[in-house]
């Protein structure tokens, strides 16, 4: 369930919401008019999403800088075998997924991420078969060709590794050898907390915010290593609290992409994680 609400949603905190609220539902349903438990709360939470999505769309055509998902422990997110299954979860598909409409995502995560025929789907929206096929077809399309980091997971982590023996040691040059000439730095703020407001490009406009992100704090920070999204990633802590978090994609021998959550509001649901 929460799987799903977040792949609807891209927010675990509304995610989580859209549970408690099912189960809320569940627990005054008729229980002896439901066929299927699976099927019906596959209905209710995908129908809860779609109610939140047109608000959801408003509230990020105002929001402050670039926004990125919510992140989420990928464990949470359910069975994550193939490195298909990580890739479907991760930051940049999670963007991918921003393009479509709310029948389309839904339709898209239905049959993507959990494998329902389109007679099920049709079930769960109330819509034909042949308008299920046609919302399917729209957003492959428009989601495209899936992002793919073609690092083995052994090596990514090897990667995040020295990411965070430099980081927490301060040495900004070992950081910029670990970093492609091209690297790509998005960071989410939302006016909550201070970030940059466009894409950074380049190893050394990337370092050099890095540095300054660092700054703020001083030698007080902590980091450790996390799995969210599917991707590894750096928890940054100063005080005890989660004040960021950086998710790495790799490719080859180097970082391509780091995606930093910095709005507080977005950390939150995961201050009781603690890294390794």
């Not at 040691?169 to 910029?176: H, P, R, Y």
């Amino acid at each position: 369930m929460f799987g799903l609400a977040y792949r609807m949603l891209g927010s675990a905190a509304e995610a989580e919401d859209v549970v408690q609220d099912a189960y809320l539902r569940w627990s005054g349903a008729d229980r002896e008019h439901i066929g299927s438990l699976g099927a019906w709360l596959a209905k209710v939470v995908t129908n809860l999403c779609l109610n939140r999505l047109t608000a959801a769309r408003a509230t990020r055509e105002r929001y402050v800088g670039f926004w990125l998902p919510e992140p989420a422990q990928t464990g949470a997110l359910g069975p994550m075998e193939t490195a298909e299954q990580r890739d479907a979860v991760s930051m940049a598909f999670m963007l991918l997924l921003e393009r479509l409409t709310p029948a389309e995502r839904a339709v898209f995560v239905l049959r993507e991420a959990f494998s329902y025929g389109y007679r099920e789907i049709a079930d769960v929206l109330d819509l034909s078969e042949a308008n299920c096929r046609q919302l399917y077809g729209r957003a492959r399309r428009r989601v495209g060709k899936r992002p793919r980091f073609d690092a083995p997971g052994e090596q990514r982590r090897r990667i995040v590794e020295r990411f965070l023996t430099a980081a927490t040691s301060g040495d900004l040059a070992g950081l910029e050898r670990l970093l492609a000439d091209d690297v790509v730095a998005w960071a989410d703020g939302g006016g909550k907390a201070r970030a940059a407001l466009r894409p950074i490009t380049g190893r050394e406009k990337v370092v050099r915010y890095l540095a300054g992100i660092a700054g703020r704090y001083g030698q007080a920070v902590e980091f450790a290593h996390a799995d969210v999204n599917g991707q590894d990633a750096v928890l940054v802590r100063h005080g005890g609290e989660i004040i960021s978090i950086f998710v790495i994609e790799v490719s080859a021998e180097t970082v391509v992409g780091l995606r930093i959550v910095l709005n507080p509001e977005k950390l939150s649901h995961l201050q009781g994680v603690t890294g390794s």
